[in-house]
C-alpha cells in the first residue's frame, strides 16, 4: 500500500500553453508559450473537490474523472504515495480545444503538483524533467506539447522503443530573442482525434524528405538565423490533409504565408500561430479579423512552475 500524504499539505503549480509541429516538425517541435494555467493543490480528509475558474468553467468534471486529477493520481502512485483526498483549484487561461495544448498542460499541471506535494511531505525528491516528460507524454503518446510545457522555450523531442515500451525524450532550445510570436485564436473549437484522423498511415518519400529538411532547418530558424522561418515552417506531412476540417484556419495560413510571414496551424489547430522578426503585415492581420480569428501578441514562456 501507498504511504499517504500528510493532511495540509498545499503545492501550487503555473504551467504554459504550448504549440506544437511548429509547421513540419510534426509530433517533434513544440513552443512554451506566456499563456498559463495556475493550480493549487491541498490534501485533505477524504474525497475529491475540483473547482475551475476560467477556461473549462461549466465544461469540464469536477470529479476525479478530470484530467489535471487522472494527472495528478497517476504522478502519485508513480511515486508509491498515495492521498485520503484532494481538494483541487483551477485557474484556467489556456483556450480549450484550440489547439495551444491546454491537455498537455492540464497534465502537466496535475503530476507536477504531485511533485510537489510528494517532496513538501519529504516522502521523495520531486520528478526529474526526465520523469516528468516521460509520464506527461503517455497520456497523449507524443511529447511535443507536454516537453514544451515542461521545460519551456522551444523544444525538440523523440521517442524510441525499449523492449516494446516508449521512452519520450526532450531537448530544449535558446529562441532567438528578435522572433516574435502572434497567435489567431479563433472562438470556434476543433477536436484533435478527429483531425488526427484525417492523416495517412503513409505518405510520398518526397514529401518525408521535404519534412526532415525543413525541421532540421527550424533548429537553425529557431536558434541562429530567424531569417530562415518562412521556409522552417513549410510542411508537407500534415497540414494539407486538415485542410477539409479546418478551411477557415488553412485561409488564414495561407493568406499569411503569402504575405512572407512564417505561419503554420498550432497543434491540431484551428489556431493559427505566426513567428517574425518583423512586423505583421496590418492587412493579414485585419483579413484574419474578418474571418474570426483575434491576433494575441505572445512571448516565448519559461518552464513549469512548483510552489
Not at 483541487?88 to 496535475?110: D, Q
Not at 497523449?140 to 523492449?163: K, Q
Request: contains cysteine; glycine residues 10%; charged residues 15%.
Amino acid at each position: 500500500m501507498n504511504q499517504p500524504l500528510p493532511l495540509g499539505v498545499s503545492c501550487s503549480v503555473r504551467v504554459p500553453a504550448s504549440s506544437a509541429n511548429l509547421g513540419a516538425g510534426f509530433d517533434s517541435l513544440g513552443l512554451a508559450l506566456d499563456i498559463y494555467d495556475d493550480l493549487t493543490v491541498t490534501t485533505i480528509a477524504s474525497g475529491v473537490r475540483v473547482s475551475v475558474d476560467g477556461e473549462g468553467d461549466g465544461a469540464v468534471p469536477l470529479d476525479d474523472t478530470h484530467l489535471v486529477v487522472r494527472a495528478l493520481l497517476r504522478g502519485l502512485d508513480a511515486g508509491g504515495v498515495g492521498s485520503t483526498g484532494l481538494e483541487i483549484v483551477c485557474r484556467n487561461a489556456i483556450p480549450h480545444a484550440r489547439g495551444l495544448g491546454s491537455s498537455a498542460a492540464a497534465v502537466v499541471s496535475g503530476l507536477a503538483a504531485a511533485s510537489g506535494l510528494m517532496a513538501k511531505s519529504g516522502l521523495r525528491q520531486p520528478f526529474s524533467t526526465e520523469e516528468l516528460i516521460q509520464l506527461a507524454s503517455e497520456f497523449e503518446g507524443h511529447p511535443d506539447n507536454a516537453a514544451a510545457s515542461v521545460l519551456g522555450s522551444a523544444v525538440v523531442s523523440w521517442t524510441e522503443f525499449v523492449d516494446g515500451v516508449a521512452r519520450y525524450h526532450a531537448r530544449p532550445l535558446a529562441v532567438h530573442p528578435a522572433i516574435a510570436v502572434t497567435a489567431f485564436i479563433p472562438s470556434t473549437e476543433s477536436s484533435t482525434s478527429l483531425t488526427r484522423g484525417l492523416l495517412p498511415d503513409a505518405v510520398p518519400r518526397s514529401d518525408a524528405v521535404f519534412n526532415v529538411s525543413r525541421s532540421a532547418l527550424a533548429v537553425v530558424a529557431l536558434t541562429s538565423d530567424p531569417g530562415c522561418l518562412h521556409a522552417a515552417t513549410a510542411d508537407r506531412l500534415h497540414q494539407h490533409y486538415r485542410a477539409p476540417v479546418l478551411p477557415d484556419t488553412t485561409h488564414v495560413v495561407d493568406e499569411l504565408r503569402g504575405r512572407g510571414v512564417a505561419a503554420f496551424v498550432s497543434g491540431a489547430g484551428p489556431s493559427v500561430l505566426a513567428l517574425h522578426d518583423q512586423p505583421l503585415p496590418a492587412a493579414a492581420v485585419e483579413h484574419a479579423a474578418r474571418v474570426g480569428f483575434a491576433a494575441r501578441s505572445l512571448r516565448v514562456a519559461g518552464p513549469v512552475d512548483v510552489r
